[in-house]
């Protein structure tokens, strides 16, 4: 499975941003898909996923800020950043992997892409 992630790039405080992420080498359809970022020196935080009628999210996605979509015909997942901050820059990566179950709180994917740069500007 390659991921492919893009949209990233330079954006001004208070803006907003959607990150586009296709897979190939499998459909994707009974997978879970999702994204994370990574600000150097820091741990990968979980931003969010989506099965088939379920959605797992991130402390970011809870507050409203961030939220994921899915298009299963394309084989792709997409993630909305709204009301950016400065903080908010780093490094967006896709993930797919096992579905998860209607209980957990957590997602370890299983593949990544290389991921896509998001800076803030203040």
């Known amino acids: 499975v390659q991921l492919v992630e893009s949209g990233g790039g330079l954006v001004q405080s208070g803006g907003s941003v959607t990150l586009s992420c296709e897979a190939s080498?499998?459909?994707?359809?009974?997978?879970?898909m999702g994204w994370f970022r990574q600000v150097p020196g820091k741990e990968r935080e979980f931003i969010g996923a989506?099965?088939?009628?379920?959605?797992?999210r991130g402390v970011e996605s809870a507050k409203g800020r961030f939220g994921i979509f899915r298009d299963y015909e394309k084989n792709s997942v997409y993630v909305f950043l709204s009301t950016l901050e400065p903080d908010d820059t780093a490094v967006y990566y896709c993930?797919?992997?096992?579905?998860?179950?209607?209980?957990?709180?957590?997602?370890?994917?299983?593949?990544w892409g290389q991921g896509t740069q998001v800076t803030v500007s203040s």
């Open positions: 080498g499998r459909d994707l359809g009974g997978s879970a």
């Open positions: 989506m099965i088939r009628g379920r959605s797992l």
């Open positions: 993930a797919a992997g096992a579905p998860f179950g209607a209980r957990d709180t957590t997602w370890r994917p299983l593949y």
